[in-house]
Nanobody, 131 residues
């Protein structure tokens, strides 16, 4: 079983930058580059919402709320996913989770940024932005 472990995040000021990382540990049937990966975020009492996804071929999708401010990337040699967050605002405050589709049901592509399509999740890392 593959474990996803997030790190980074923390506290920052509005207008500033933070980054989060997610490393995959364990046996992968195929190389890490084969899988659709994504970032989600959630606040207490609210639905978990998709932030960004990255396909096996490197194509990316972003939620409208973060477009132009956040960048998702991956280092396949390190089995690691990243999210660079710039121009932060207090509405970005949330627990950030990385997610993966290790089933390859979509052949490494991320058809939709919806939590139901992802079967593997990290434990989350908190991001707090103050005004």
């Amino acid at each position: 079983q593959v474990q996803l472990v997030e790190s980074g995040g923390g506290s920052g000021q509005a207008g500033g930058s933070l980054s989060v990382s997610c490393a995959a540990f364990g046996y992968l049937e195929y190389t890490y580059s084969s899988y659709c990966m994504a970032w989600f975020r959630q606040n207490p009492g609210k639905e978990r919402e998709g932030v960004a996804s990255i396909d096996a071929d490197g194509s990316t999708v972003y939620a409208d709320s973060v477009k132009g401010r956040f960048t998702i990337s991956r280092d396949n040699a390190k089995n690691t996913l990243y999210l660079q967050m710039n121009k932060l605002n207090p509405e970005d405050t949330a627990m950030y989770y990385c997610a993966a589709d290790f089933s390859l049901r979509y052949g490494g592509y991320c058809p939709l940024l919806r939590k139901a399509l992802f079967g593997s999740w990290g434990q989350g890392t908190q991001v707090t932005v103050s005004s």
